[in-house]
């Protein structure tokens, strides 16, 4: 048998040969993912964490990129604010801030700050919405 370990025990926990990347309940009830990993007995490891992190924050800069041609042009601070958002709220949610979002590529960004502070958003985030409407307003760096 030329099987690796991995592979073999791989064949008999996953579907067609191929991991469950959403968590999923397994025979007995507990909460799974991936090759059979017990979430209940063994949450991910923080470098397990600190990777999917790093791959939700790629996956939101591409998706900003794209959606807004005049991100580029922001500052760091503002486009960081506009990431900040989306990771948040996800990109279908940031879209609902018309006119945040319209005041931002204008370049009115007392506006846009406005915008984000007069929504139910800031009130659940609280103090969250306070610093990025500062970084929005330039009067907050990074």
Not at 115 to 120: I, K, Q, V, Y
Request: glycine fraction near 8%; aromatic fraction near 10%.
């Amino acid at each position: 048998m030329s099987e690796t370990l991995a592979e073999f025990i791989a064949r008999h926990e996953c579907r067609a040969g191929k991991p469950d990347l959403r968590m999923y309940l397994d025979s007995l009830g507990i909460e799974t993912i991936g090759y059979g990993h017990n979430l209940r007995d063994k949450p991910i490891t923080k470098a397990a964490a600190d990777q999917i992190f790093r791959d939700d924050l790629t996956d939101i800069q591409l998706e900003v990129t794209h959606a807004f041609p005049w991100y580029a042009d922001l500052t760091q601070p503002r486009q960081w604010v506009i990431l900040d958002m989306t990771f948040n709220l996800g990109l279908a949610g940031l879209k609902k801030f018309v006119k945040f979002l319209s005041a931002v590529e204008l370049g009115n960004y007392d506006t846009a700050a406005d915008e984000m502070l007069d929504s139910l958003w800031a009130k659940q985030v609280k103090g969250r919405a306070l610093e990025l409407a500062g970084m929005m307003r330039g009067t907050e760096s990074v």
